[in-house]
C-alpha cells in the first residue's frame, strides 16, 4: 500500500434548519445521498439546548427506523452518509461526530479529505490533544477549540479552516446555529435550499427535490455560510477561491438529477458522450452503456452518432449489499448477478460499449466478455473520460497508484487486456467544454493537484512511482 488508504472516505452531508421533524426530513435528504456512501450514517440534531445523536454502520433505512429518528429532537440536524476503504470503517469514525467543550457543544459532518491531517495531528497531540478517532472531523473540532482568544465562534472556525489544506464540505450545528463551509479550491459540492421559512444544505441538489426545498444558490469556495434566526449569512475564510469541481462528481459520483455549480450531471454526460463520438466517429450497429452512471454518456453517443440507442445490458436493481463474503469465484459469478447482457439484442451485433471511467480494468473486462459471450461481434469500448494515471487525495475513492491499470498501461495494451475490439477515452480538454466551464479537477487524469499534498504525496512518492 503506497498511502493511508483509510483517510479516503467518499461522502454525502445533509442539514436541515428551522424545520419541524427535521431528523425525518435528514433521513430523507441522507437516503436521496445514500450513493455517495453505503457503510455507515449518522443524524445529531439539536432543540436548542440538547444534542441527539444516532449513528451506526450500514445503509440508512438498516441504521433508522420511526423509532429511533423520532428519538432525534429539535428542529436542526445534520447527517451523514460515508463509505470508507479497507481499515477506516469502525464505529468512532462515523460521522456527525459529537464534541462537548465548556465554550458551547456542537456536532460535525464532513465530505472529502484533509492533506495535511498528519502535520495537524502531530501539531495538536504535541501540544496535548488526544484523538479518539482516525477522523478529519475530528481535527477540525480540536483547531476550532484550540484558539482561545477567538471568542467570536465564526472567526475560530474561520482560522481552523484555514489550517487546513485539502476537500470539504462541513457542516457545523450548535445550539442556535449551522455552520456550512466549503474548501477554498471548491472540490466538494453543499448547495443551499429554503423550505418552509427554514433552510437545507446538502452535498447534491438531488435531495431538496425529494424534501420538498428550493434551491438557492451553491455554497462559493471559501465560504462559511452561517444560518442562525435571522437568516444566512456570508463569511469569507478564505481570499484564495477557486472554482477546480471534482470532475469525477460529473463523470460518476453524483447522481444524475443533481446540479452542480450550475450544470445537471446527466447534462456533462450526455455532452461528454457527444463529444465522444466527434472526437472519434466509429460505424457501427448499437450504442450501450454500463448502468447507471454511463447510460447519460450512451444516449450522448448514440445522440451525436445516428447509432439506435439499446438496452444491450440490464441491471438487477434489488441486488442490494450481499452479506456473504464472495469467493474469487462467486464474486466473478457476482458481476453477472448484478449486470445481464440481453442476448437477442446483442447477437450478431458491432456494438459500442460506453462506460463513464475505467480504473483497475476489471469492469471492462468483464462486460467485454459478457458481451461477446452474448454474440456481440465486435466490442468498441468508449470511455467518456480520459485514462486515470494517478490516485485521488480528496476523498474519492480512486485506487493506489499500484492499481490503477492506466498508469503502467498504453492504451493499446489497456485494449488487449480488456480484450476490446477498441478502445477510446475521452481527452480530457473536452471534460471542460461538457461542464461549460473553465475550472476543474482533473488531478487524478493529469497528475496535476491544485492543492499542496503533504504526507500523502511523501508516502506515494517513496516508492518513485509517483
Ligand atoms: P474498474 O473495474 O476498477 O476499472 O472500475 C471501473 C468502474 O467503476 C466504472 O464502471 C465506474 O463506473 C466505476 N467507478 C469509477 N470510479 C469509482 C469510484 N471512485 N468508486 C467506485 N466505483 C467507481
Ligand atoms: Fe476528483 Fe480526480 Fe480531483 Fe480526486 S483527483 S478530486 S477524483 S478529479
Redesign the pocket.
Known amino acids: 500500500m503506497i498511502f493511508d488508504k483509510n483517510l479516503h472516505e467518499?461522502c454525502g452531508v445533509f442539514g436541515v434548519y428551522a424545520n419541524h421533524n427535521a431528523s425525518d426530513l435528514v433521513y430523507y435528504g441522507l437516503h436521496s445521498l445514500q450513493h455517495r456512501g453505503q457503510e455507515a450514517c449518522g443524524i445529531v440534531s439539536n432543540d436548542g439546548e440538547n444534542f441527539y445523536i444516532q449513528k451506526g454502520l450500514g445503509l440508512v433505512t438498516e441504521v433508522f427506523n420511526e423509532q429511533n429518528v423520532a428519538k432525534l429532537k429539535g428542529l436542526n440536524a445534520i447527517g451523514h452518509v460515508r463509505y470508507s476503504t479497507a481499515g477506516g470503517g469502525g464505529l468512532e469514525n462515523v460521522q456527525p461526530m459529537y464534541f462537548r467543550h465548556h465554550t458551547g457543544n456542537f456536532a460535525l459532518a464532513h465530505n472529502g479529505n484533509i492533506v495535511n491531517s498528519n502535520e495537524l495531528k502531530k501539531y495538536l497531540e504535541d501540544s496535548g490533544s488526544i484523538f479518539q478517532s482516525t477522523s478529519d472531523s475530528e481535527i477540525l473540532a480540536h483547531l476550532i477549540k484550540k484558539e482561545k482568544r477567538d471568542s467570536n465562534r465564526v472567526l475560530a472556525i474561520a482560522n481552523a479552516l484555514n489550517m487546513l489544506e485539502g476537500a470539504f464540505a462541513f457542516l457545523i450545528l450548535t445550539n442556535d446555529k449551522l455552520y456550512c463551509c466549503r474548501d477554498k479550491y471548491g472540490l466538494r459540492p453543499l448547495s443551499i435550499a429554503k423550505l418552509n421559512g427554514g433552510y437545507v444544505v446538502s452535498s447534491e441538489t438531488c435531495a431538496f427535490e425529494v424534501v420538498g426545498a428550493t434551491y438557492i444558490r451553491d455554497i462559493e469556495p471559501g465560504e462559511i455560510v452561517i444560518i442562525d434566526k435571522d437568516g444566512l449569512h456570508s463569511y469569507f475564510f478564505s481570499q484564495y477561491q477557486r472554482h477546480k469541481m471534482c470532475a469525477?462528481e460529473y463523470i460518476?459520483?453524483a447522481r444524475p438529477d443533481s446540479d452542480i455549480e450550475g450544470c445537471n450531471v446527466h447534462t456533462f454526460r450526455k455532452e461528454s458522450g457527444k463529444l465522444l463520438y466527434k472526437q472519434h466517429p466509429i460505424k457501427a450497429d448499437i450504442v450501450i452503456g454500463?448502468p447507471d452512471?454511463?447510460l447519460s454518456a450512451a444516449i450522448g453517443f448514440a445522440e451525436a452518432s445516428g447509432i439506435p440507442y439499446e438496452m444491450g445490458l440490464v441491471k438487477n436493481k434489488y441486488i442490494g449489499r450481499t452479506f456473504i463474503q464472495p469467493s474469487q469465484e462467486l464474486r466473478e459469478r457476482g458481476v453477472k448477478m448484478k449486470l445481464s447482457a440481453v442476448t437477442s439484442i446483442l447477437k450478431g451485433k458491432k456494438v459500442v460499449l460506453i462506460?463513464?471511467?475505467?480504473?483497475?480494468?476489471?469492469?471492462?473486462k468483464r462486460i467485454v466478455k459478457m458481451l461477446k459471450e452474448a454474440g456481440a461481434l465486435e466490442v468498441h469500448v468508449y470511455i467518456a473520460s480520459p485514462p486515470i494515471t494517478s490516485p485521488c487525495f480528496y476523498g474519492?475513492?480512486?485506487s493506489t497508484y499500484d492499481e490503477l491499470i492506466s498508469a503502467h498501461k498504453t492504451i493499446d495494451e489497456v485494449k488487449e487486456i480488456i480484450g476490446a475490439d477498441s478502445l477510446v477515452f475521452l481527452d480530457e480538454n473536452k471534460l471542460y467544454e461538457a461542464g461549460k466551464r473553465s475550472e476543474l479537477c482533473t488531478a487524478c487524469f493529469c497528475g496535476k493537484y491544485p492543492t499542496a499534498l503533504y504526507q500523502s504525496y511523501k508516502d506515494a512518492n517513496k516508492d518513485g512511482k509517483f
Not at 462506460?355 to 471492462?364: E, H, K, L, P, Y
Open positions: 467518499e469525477m460518476y459520483f454500463v452512471s454511463s462506460d463513464d471511467s475505467i480504473v483497475r480494468g476489471t469492469t471492462s474519492v475513492d480512486i
